[in-house]
């Protein structure tokens, strides 16, 4: 019997719907195994302004800190899409990556066999799929200075700065390494040093780290190559290492091998995880705030409930717990049960809530 802090963050759109759902597979678990998970929950996001005017105020920040996780759901709002908006959710969601030093973001794509029939893709090309991108989460385009909007006597432009030093580089090569030595010791390093500098630095700090891991075979790609290798090849994948945006984009691009956004989840963390020690983390689906689909029971939560899994593993070394969770969501879609984004014909639909029934009560 243990007991542990969480933070819980629903947020905006679908958010609250697939937390609620993760909670309550979470709740099962606390009752099977004996184990306390105290919830905190707290604003981030659109919702957070509306209340606070802050998309993240220092006391939600500080409470996070203490936490031994945070869940978080997801954050964005359309009405927020404006050019003279002084605030963004999404500050919210980056203010916490930064704040916590979650550099590593660890964004596993598995194929679940019964779903490798359903996506856009071949099945033979994405069954048995089973990578993960490890995506520098506190630099790069995000966060660089300087970045702004003004105006110039020939109109306006617009900055963003793409900057890494080398220290950040060889913290997350680490965590690429450490987690493909953990796996079948592959090391895809992704960048585009072809064109930009920061690339170069990332792919020399990269082989500089790898002296330490002769076990692992290391590969360079190219982002655009790497974008192509996804869809032609993704099994030939294990491990991916790469810098803020490029892992952004390329996590869309390969939850599709997995049928759904609403399939992958992530894990956020201040280093390299390792078996039996707790980590601080936090927790979230890959997906956004889909605002269209909110309030409507519709959302999946599965990505949500794979999250708070990770969770368990690494912010808490709950493994059989977390297996448990895992194993409930393969017997769920087994039975045939699928919400709206997975759905597929003779297959059962079921709503977020549902789903999220289903799946504790076979935790
Ligand atoms: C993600 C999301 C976020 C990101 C958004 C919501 C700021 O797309 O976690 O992938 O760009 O990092
Ligand atoms: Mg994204």
Redesign the pocket.
């Known amino acids: 019997m243990a007991q542990f802090k969480m933070v819980v963050l629903p947020g905006d759109g679908i958010g609250p719907e697939v937390v609620a759902a993760a909670v309550n597979v979470l709740k099962a678990i606390e009752k099977k195994y004996n184990h306390t998970f105290d919830m905190d929950y707290q604003l981030i996001g659109g919702i957070a302004i509306d209340k606070t005017g802050e998309a993240l105020t220092k006391d939600t920040l500080s409470r996070c800190k203490k936490a031994d996780a945070v869940l978080l759901g997801?954050?964005?709002d359309p009405k927020f899409d404006v050019p003279s908006a002084l605030v963004r959710p999404?500050d919210g969601?980056?203010g916490l990556r930064k704040g916590m030093g979650l550099y590593a973001n660890l964004r596993p794509v598995k194929v679940l066999p019964m779903l490798a029939d359903q996506t856009n893709l071949k099945p033979e090309v994405v069954r048995g799929v089973d990578l993960v991108v490890v995506r520098e989460?506190t630099g790069g385009l995000?966060f660089g200075r300087p970045k702004r909007r003004y105006t110039t006597s020939r109109g306006r432009r617009g900055v963003d700065t793409m900057s890494y030093s080398e220290q950040e580089i060889a913290r997350i090569a680490k965590v690429g390494f450490e987690l493909a030595r953990s796996r079948r010791k592959k090391l895809m390093s992704v960048d585009k040093q072809n064109v930009l500098e920061t690339s170069r630095l990332w792919r020399q700090v990269v082989i500089e780290v790898s002296k330490d891991y002769p076990d692992i075979e290391l590969e360079h790609q190219l982002v655009d190559s790497c974008a192509m290798r996804l869809i032609q090849n993704p099994k030939s994948i294990d491990v991916v290492v790469t810098e803020?945006t490029f892992g952004?984009i390329l996590?869309?691009e390969a939850s599709m091998l997995a049928g759904s956004m609403g399939m992958l989840p992530?894990a956020s963390l201040a280093g390299t995880p390792k078996e039996g020690v707790k980590i601080s983390g936090m927790y979230?689906p890959?997906h956004?705030s889909a605002p269209r689909r909110a309030n409507q029971n519709l959302a999946n939560p599965i990505a949500t409930i794979l999250s708070a899994a990770m969770m368990l593993r690494y912010s808490f070394t709950l493994l059989k717990e977390a297996k448990a969770i895992e194993d409930g969501v393969l017997k769920v879609l087994e039975e045939g049960y699928r919400t709206y984004d997975i759905m597929t014909e003779g297959m059962k639909k079921v709503g977020t809530k549902e789903m999220g029934e289903l799946v504790a009560a076979r935790v």
């Open positions: 997801a954050v964005g999404e969601l980056l989460l995000y803020n952004d996590t869309d992530s979230e890959i956004g």
